[in-house]
């Protein structure tokens, strides 16, 4: 065989395998992303989003916008650095097109980002093409715009030049397949709440959601858009929470930093009710059934008001013993963490089981705190007494 035909063999063996790993998407879909109903066709979007949030976490995007268009397809667009589009040699086609085609791809072009988003299952833009009637991925990069469109996840023509650009990002817009999903009816509301989680879980970032169907529009005739930005983080986030709430102290505890390589920021105020509030995020995904980095911050809060609250001879005088409750009682505490290689465990896959998470996240916690009370004095024994 000539190293041609070795090279033309080569290529549609990797053709077969691709359009395998589609087939692979649309036989059982909810291996990818959970299930086929309301909530499968939501991730659909949180799957495209974690590719722009990462390439906001690089520090090369700032804006991210969402549309859901007429018909309900939607359009997902950043000022990133546009997926590249220049010609692999090995496969003799544009990186988009793999981006786009091969299962878990993504990070494969990149490998200086620190990649550590990635949606619940963390399975990539080519699953939702290949769970797509249609989509279109527009790069604006080197002076120009390149498009290349799918059906089904397939191809439909090479990636092409379509015009010239003085900016740089993506524009993604998918339809999702009705004969996949039980009902492609897009939620504003929810993809709302998600956006606006997304805003406080990476400050800086804006992202603005608009919803352009007809039927959404009010009286006047105005669609419902909002932009979100946080510079407060997660402080912002226990802010937006307690609205309602009477705080015990001063001002919220907050904390940023990195232990043993793994990014750790923690937001906590005290409020006047008894119930706790707890939300745990890894790689800004909530962690409802908790996990290590959680156990971490139990370990670290109550380890340090115990000593606190010893030191300070307070449960001497009172004769009480303390639990690790009572230190939660009216706390309500945002955790975000994030880690390369996370281990999602339990039913809904929402609980982190990475055993090496647990002594830095309780470490930083127990830094932080100790920090603060001694700054706060007034609000460590308003918070103990309580
Ligand atoms: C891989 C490498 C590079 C960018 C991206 C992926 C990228 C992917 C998405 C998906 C949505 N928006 C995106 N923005 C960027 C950049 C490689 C380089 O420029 O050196």
Redesign the pocket.
């Known amino acids: 065989m000539s190293e041609e035909e070795k090279k033309r063999e080569d290529y549609s063996a990797d053709n077969i395998q691709i359009l395998e790993g589609l087939e692979a998407v649309r036989k059982r879909p909810a291996m990818y992303i959970g299930d086929v109903g309301v909530k499968g066709l939501h991730h659909l979007v949180y799957e495209?989003i974690d590719?722009?949030i990462d390439?906001a976490m690089g520090g090369y995007?700032d804006t991210i916008r969402v549309t859901i268009n007429e018909g309900n397809s939607i359009t997902i667009e950043?000022n990133?650095?546009?997926?590249?589009t220049a010609i692999h040699t090995k496969e003799n086609k544009s990186a988009l097109e793999i981006?786009m085609t091969v299962l878990h791809a993504?990070g494969k072009?990149?490998k200086d980002t620190y990649k550590v988003s990635g949606g619940l299952h963390g399975v990539g833009?080519s699953c939702v093409n290949a769970l797509s009637s249609d989509l279109s991925a527009v790069v604006h990069r080197d002076g120009k715009i390149f498009q290349q469109e799918y059906k089904i996840g397939i191809p439909q023509y090479e990636v092409k030049e379509i015009g010239t650009s003085d900016k740089t990002g993506?524009i993604?817009t998918f339809s999702p397949d009705p004969t996949i999903f039980e009902d492609v009816n897009y939620n504003y509301d929810t993809l709302r709440a998600r956006m606006r989680e997304l805003a406080f879980l990476n400050k800086g970032i804006t992202i603005t959601i608009s919803d352009l169907r007809e039927d959404s529009k009010d009286e006047e005739g105005k669609s419902p858009s909002e932009v979100f930005h946080s510079e407060g983080g997660l402080k912002e986030f226990v802010k937006f929470l307690d609205k309602s709430r009477e705080p015990l102290i001063e001002e919220i505890i907050y904390m940023e930093g990195e232990k043993d390589g793994i990014p750790v920021e923690v937001a906590m105020m005290y409020n006047n009710s008894y119930t706790e509030n707890i939300l745990a995020y890894v790689n800004n995904i909530n962690t409802h059934e908790g996990g290590t980095h959680l156990s971490g911050f139990r370990r670290g809060l109550t380890h340090t008001l115990k000593k606190y609250a010893d030191e300070s001879g307070m449960l001497a005088k009172e004769k009480i013993e303390i639990a690790g409750d009572d230190f939660r009682e009216g706390l309500t505490a945002i955790i975000s963490i994030k880690v390369a290689e996370p281990q999602f465990e339990g039913q809904t896959k929402t609980k982190l089981g990475n055993r090496e998470i647990q002594a830095p996240v309780s470490q930083a916690v127990t830094q932080m705190l100790t920090n603060y009370l001694e700054e706060h004095p007034n609000d460590a024994k308003k918070s103990l007494k309580k």
């Open positions: 495209v590719n722009s390439e995007c950043d990133g650095r546009g997926i590249p981006v993504g072009f990149d833009v993506t993604v």
